[in-house]
């Protein structure tokens, strides 16, 4: 039985960053001006995001049993989100993300090992996708953790739950998760060995390998969007911005809760995006990826 919560699959890591005046050259240390840890990854800020606007949502991950893995837990049911660990078998500590956040651009720096979240084992034994998608309304996948988020989008698609896929980066099995998804939203950096930077190339890609819709997220810049016809420009606000870090993923999540509020129907997607961009602008006015949750959202 489908629902209108929004269940994520994908990276989670534990995310330290600091709010600097600028990136140190080697062998230099920096006062950071101030720092936050929480949980994060693709999938768990985009379950973050769709917590706080509808109250809950759900996470499928991989992580090990480990003391800062209960910081995790800890963190996520603070905001609303539902922590299903459907693979514990990683060793040591739990993949953590060293983050730098330049205090005058908002741009920011990051290191993370995510290789380890990209070559992954096969399913594990008694993986349910049937059961983790009772309620659910929407599924966004990342591209970690594909043995996880592959068979919950194929079982999502064929129960006709909309799957969103978030695409940063090109991976060696792209094509394999784009015919299980319905909404591909990829960055500006995101593109195909074969195509290069085209924008409208790789949209038109996207939709050829399987995506129903296709949208490219640029920055300050309009939304690129197609559903197999012309493109479209979808204007982003214009706002001052203190941290970038997350935004992508506050874009899928806002836009998952969206269409699993509303229903995916596809001549109201850019509606849909144009509502989920405003989300983005206010997670843009303050530092790291929980400050902003407490500021009212858009109508």
């Known amino acids: 039985m489908t629902g209108d919560t929004v269940l994520c699959a994908g990276l989670t890591t534990l995310d330290v960053a600091h709010l600097v005046d600028g990136v140190p050259p080697a062998n230099r240390k920096v006062a950071s001006h101030d720092f936050f840890v929480a949980a994060g990854g693709p999938a768990t800020n985009a379950a973050v995001t769709a917590a706080r606007l509808q109250g809950s949502s759900r996470l499928v991950t991989a992580l090990p049993a480990h003391p800062l893995s209960d910081l995790i837990a800890a963190d996520l049911a603070d905001c609303g989100v539902t922590l299903e660990v459907s693979d514990d078998s990683p060793t040591g500590p739990p993949l953590t993300a060293a983050i730098m956040v330049t205090r005058t651009t908002g741009e920011r720096a990051v290191v993370s090992p995510t290789g380890s979240a990209v070559d992954v084992p096969g399913t594990p034994d008694g993986f349910d996708p049937e059961a983790l998608l ?53 960055s500006d950096d995101f ?109």
Not at 135 to 161: F, K, M, Q, T
Not at 168 to 173: A, D, F, L
């Open 191 to 299: 593109a195909f060995p074969d195509v290069g930077s085209d924008p409208y190339a790789t949209l038109a890609r996207l939709i050829d390998r399987g995506a129903t819709a296709a949208v490219i997220s640029r920055g300050a810049a309009p939304l690129l969007v197609t559903t197999g016809g012309p493109v479209v420009e979808v204007p982003v606000e214009p706002v001052p911005v203190v941290d970038t870090l997350g935004a992508g993923d506050v874009l899928h999540g806002a836009l998952a809760h969206r269409l699993a509020t509303r229903g995916y129907v596809t001549e109201r997607l850019a509606e849909d995006l144009a509502w989920a961009s405003r989300v983005v602008a206010v997670s843009l006015g303050s530092f790291g990826t929980r400050a902003w949750l407490s500021r009212p959202m858009p109508s």
């Open 134 to 186: 009772e309620g659910i309304g929407a599924v966004v996948i990342d591209g970690y953790h594909r043995h996880l988020s592959l068979p919950l989008a194929h079982a999502a698609r064929e129960r006709g739950i909309p799957v969103v896929l978030d695409a940063g980066s090109h991976k060696p099995y792209t094509e394999a998760l784009l015919t299980v998804t319905d909404v591909a939203v990829v």
